[in-house]
């Protein structure tokens, strides 16, 4: 299983970057997945939670995103997205998609057991 981010880049506060997320060697076409981010200077247990979607497509958010950042993902061609808008430069970070095994998408980075290599955000004020 291998899950490929891409989409980071640089950014203006208050613009928008899409971030997505390749699955493959996954025979699941929709199984529980996640955005999570780690800041410049943390270790991988500060990653925080970022935003999550189920099975079912059930979404949750934390509420540093909440109403700025869209999850979504096409089954199809099992790709993972995180529309980011009204970017802050709080939101500078490693970006990483990770999937997990079960029914629940929780908003806590050890239940997840897939990752990807991440990809980078930069945003300026």
């Known amino acids: 299983v291998q899950l490929v981010e891409s989409g980071g880049g640089s950014g203006q506060a208050g613009g928008a970057l899409r971030l997505s997320c390749a699955a493959s060697?996954?025979?699941?076409?929709?199984?529980?997945m996640g955005w999570f981010r780690q800041a410049p200077g943390q270790g991988r247990e500060a990653r925080e939670a970022?935003?999550?979607?189920?099975?079912?497509?059930?979404?949750t958010y934390s509420d540093s995103v909440k109403g700025r950042f869209t999850i979504s993902r096409d089954s199809a061609t099992r790709t993972l997205y995180l529309q980011m808008n009204n970017l802050k430069p709080e939101d500078t970070a490693m970006y990483y998609c990770?999937?997990?095994?079960?029914?629940?998408?929780?908003?806590?980075?050890?239940?997840?057991?897939?990752w990807g290599q991440g990809t980078q955000v930069t945003v300026s004020s």
């Open positions: 990770a999937a997990r095994i079960g029914d629940s998408a929780p908003l806590w980075h050890r239940a997840y057991t897939i």
């Open positions: 060697g996954y025979a699941e076409r929709s199984p529980p």
């Open positions: 970022v935003a999550t979607i189920t099975r079912n497509g059930t979404t």
